[in-house]
């Protein structure tokens, strides 16, 4: 069984930057696709960015094209998603999911999620 452990979330003005991470552990990560969903209070989940177990594939929602980067790790048990320029309206609990299944993936069907962490916009 996998399981995905995020890190890196805070409290951060606009206009900086901060990296989220997550952390895979268990059997086979290497073959899973990973992304980072979000959710605002009061908004439905929406999905930030996915990239497949080899890199070769990328989403990125279009609210976050051109600020965000996804990436995975070496060792392709990590991912990573740096966040430049950042608004007020990208504060929300940032959750890692993944899946063997890039469409499910995606598709916002993702079998593995973590347990989020939080990002927040300060004044």
């Known amino acids: 069984q996998v399981h995905l452990v995020e890190s890196g979330g805070g409290s951060v003005r606009p206009g900086e930057s901060l990296s989220v991470s997550c952390s895979a552990s268990?059997?086979?990560?290497?073959?899973?696709?990973m992304g980072w969903f979000r959710q605002a209070p009061g908004k439905e989940r929406e999905h930030v960015a996915s990239v497949s177990a080899a890199g070769s594939l990328t989403y990125y929602a279009e609210s976050v094209k051109g600020r965000f980067t996804i990436s995975r790790g070496n060792a392709k048990n990590t991912m990573s998603l740096e966040m430049k320029s950042l608004k007020p309206e990208d504060s929300a609990m940032y959750y890692c999911?993944?899946?063997?299944?890039?469409?499910?993936?995606?598709?916002?069907?993702?079998?593995?999620w973590g347990q989020g962490t939080q990002v927040t916009g300060s004044l």
């Open positions: 268990g059997y086979d990560y290497s073959s899973l696709s």
């Open positions: 999911a993944a899946d063997y299944s890039w469409l499910a993936l995606t598709g916002g069907r993702a079998g593995i």
